[in-house]
Structure formats: C-alpha cells, structure tokens
C-alpha cells in the first residue's frame, strides 16, 4: 500500500505547496484551533463507526470526515500565509 496516502499526507503536501513547511510558525492559539479541529473530528468519525458499523457506505464517510477535517486545517494555515 506504499502508493495509497492519507488525507494527512495529502494535506501536508499541499501545505508545502504553499510555501507551509515549519510549524514553528504557527501561534498558539493556531495550535489549539488545530487540535480542537482533531479532536472535533476524531470524535464525529468515532460517532460514524459506531452508528456504521457494517454499513456500506462507512468508509465514504469516514473520508468525506478526514477531508472536511483537512480543509478546515489547511484554511488555518492559510491564514497564516495570508498574514506572512
């Protein structure tokens, strides 16, 4: 599965992409969004898995999650440029 990439993968690449490469420049209250973000998500897909479970139409939405988890990441990111 060595050609197969996460969503965290994909969105690290488009960070870098960006000119996003360090997360030293990121702020504290940066961090602490991100992980609300995380945390958020972590438990909405939890949530799918256990309503889901068995279900077809599970890992559509388990991705559908990871990807709306990531552009909310990425927007704080791109906040960040936007002000660099």
Known sequence: MAGIKSSYDIAMEKMKAMGIDDHATLTDEDRDRISAIKKEYAAKIAEKQILLKGEEE????????????????????????KAE
Do not use: M, S, T
């Open 58 to 81: 599970l890992p559509r939405e388990i991705r559908f999650l990871e990807q709306e988890r990531d552009k909310k990441i990425e927007a704080v990111y791109g906040k960040k440029v």
